[in-house]
């Protein structure tokens, strides 16, 4: 009995013994932990084995291969066909430093026994920590809208233009409109994983119908008192004659309950021509050209019609201060009646035959005089490949329905549009009157090829401004991705 008591107390010694050397063990383990700068051993970021480094190092090498892994761009797919979103034009970034201080404090709590548990945890299970991907969400949902206008079959809304003595409002046509939070879940769950190299990720739709005509809205839209044009010299200020417009909104109504399916319906307009016209007043309302601007096209009989036709409708436009202006309510919808003809047009993924083509380079043209002129651009798109007529950045596309060029006059000052298509050449000049509420500036247009991949290409666009030849400020118009051919 008093040996087996004697073995029992050597048992128990030999134990308070062995926990002790492991308490000091652990405790000097912990001494020298906390002293140096190196991260806990079993540490792993995406995979990538950072144990023992110091934070530099371990940021130096988390970022090489990540920056390995992360791709230029990512293939989107909807139908036949492929659109290329590129990952640093939405600023996709792995938060590297915030994974790699978070690898560093494992083990730095400055609760010991909390510690020493972390670190035997860490050596024992080992962790893998997964950084955070920041990405600028405003600037992946306008890559996301750009893509959903070039879909080839697109929502279009019911609109209308005044043709002549009619007004003629269409109706829309269902389309496909991008389920933008899925795809961004999609693709930033592509990203994180790095598994999206020679992949395609489906474009998820979902099927959209168009707005119900508002005839009200329109009627507010068209209505115009008839006002005589006249002019002031303190302060100088010209105002346009107005045609007096109207319909009978009743009538309207009628025609589309009869035929709700119907393509368009033309609707006589009523007019009161004003007596005193912009002519008529003796003087050059708008004596100064503000801006203009000259695209060279090729002679082909049926797209030069069409380049006619739109220029001649923007042709004279007046636009008054705060006025918005509208490609496509000034030019209307392209049809044969209007006598639009068929010419090449980027379609379905490729350059194929469609009616009213080339008409964008009216738009372009417009564009750039406009920019040149300093006014505000409310709404604009780059087509899906570069045209030919000028520089990637420098362009502007319309779809009748869906994609519009807009503008506002942003001046003090009333302004005209002088629009022409003539041996080869479209030419857009800008008219107004310089005064000291407009600051004036030598402004030009900057495009940089920032990147080139197998597929696409990338443009930044800046605005800059000159006065007396010195440049006084510059400003990011855009960044556009274009389709290689």
Request: charged residues 25%.
């Amino acid at each position: 009995m008093v040996k087996k008591k004697h073995f029992i107390g050597i048992y128990f010694g030999l134990i308070v013994v062995a926990i002790s050397i492991f308490v000091v063990s652990a405790m000097l383990f912990y001494h020298i932990y906390k002293k140096n700068d190196k991260i806990q051993s079993g540490v792993y970021i995406k995979g990538i084995n950072i144990s023992g480094l110091t934070k530099q190092d371990a940021i130096g090498l988390v970022a090489q291969n990540l920056k390995q892994d992360l791709k230029d761009s990512i293939i989107l797919k909807y139908k036949n066909n492929e659109y290329y979103v590129e990952v640093e034009q939405f600023e996709a970034k792995f938060d590297v430093e915030k994974s790699v201080e978070l690898a560093y404090q494992i083990g730095r709590s400055g609760n010991m026994i909390k510690d020493i548990q972390d670190c035997i945890h860490v050596l024992v299970a080992k962790i893998n920590i997964e950084p955070i991907l920041n990405y600028n969400d405003e600037a992946l949902t306008f890559y996301l809208e750009t893509i959903e206008a070039q879909l080839p079959d697109q929502l279009e809304q019911s609109s209308y233009y005044v043709d002549e003595d009619k007004v003629i409002i269409t109706n829309g046509k269902n389309g496909a409109k991008i389920c933008q939070q899925e795809l961004k879940q999609t693709i930033i769950s592509a990203i994180q994983n790095t598994d999206y190299k020679n992949t395609c990720l489906d474009i998820p739709v979902f099927l959209e119908y168009p707005e119900e005509i508002n005839v009200e809205a329109i009627h507010e839209e068209i209505y115009r008192q008839m006002q005589n044009a006249y002019f002031t010299t303190e302060p100088r200020m010209v105002y346009a004659e107005v045609t007096g417009v109207d319909f009978d909104v009743q009538n309207v109504k009628n025609a589309i309950a009869q035929n709700p399916t119907a393509e368009q319906y033309a609707i006589e307009l009523t007019f009161q021509k004003p007596e005193v016209t912009i002519k008529d007043l003796g003087m050059d309302p708008f004596p100064d050209l503000l801006a203009t601007f000259s695209t060279k096209y090729v002679n082909n009989p049926d797209r030069t019609t069409n380049l006619r036709l739109a220029s001649n409708k923007i042709n004279g436009t007046v636009i008054m201060p705060e006025e918005t202006f509208s490609f496509n309510k000034v030019v209307g919808k392209r049809t044969l009646a209007a006598g639009y003809k068929e010419a090449a047009i980027f379609s379905d993924g490729q350059v194929t035959d469609g009616l009213g083509g080339g008409i964008c380079q009216v738009t372009t043209t417009l564009y750039d005089a406009v920019v040149f002129a300093n006014l505000e651009i409310t709404s604009r798109r780059n087509h899906m490949f570069v045209p030919s007529y000028v520089t990637g950045g420098r362009d502007a596309t319309v779809v009748y329905g869906a994609t519009d060029f807009k503008f506002k006059n942003s001046r003090s000052y009333p302004i005209k549009i002088v629009s022409s298509v003539e041996g080869g050449i479209a030419t857009v000049s800008i008219y107004g009157y310089k005064n000291e509420n407009d600051p004036e500036y030598d402004i030009s247009i900057e495009t940089n090829l920032v990147k080139t991949t197998e597929k696409s290409l990338v443009y930044d666009a800046y605005k800059v401004y000159k006065q007396n030849g010195v440049v006084v400020k510059k400003e990011k118009m855009s960044r556009d991705t274009y389709k290689k051919y």
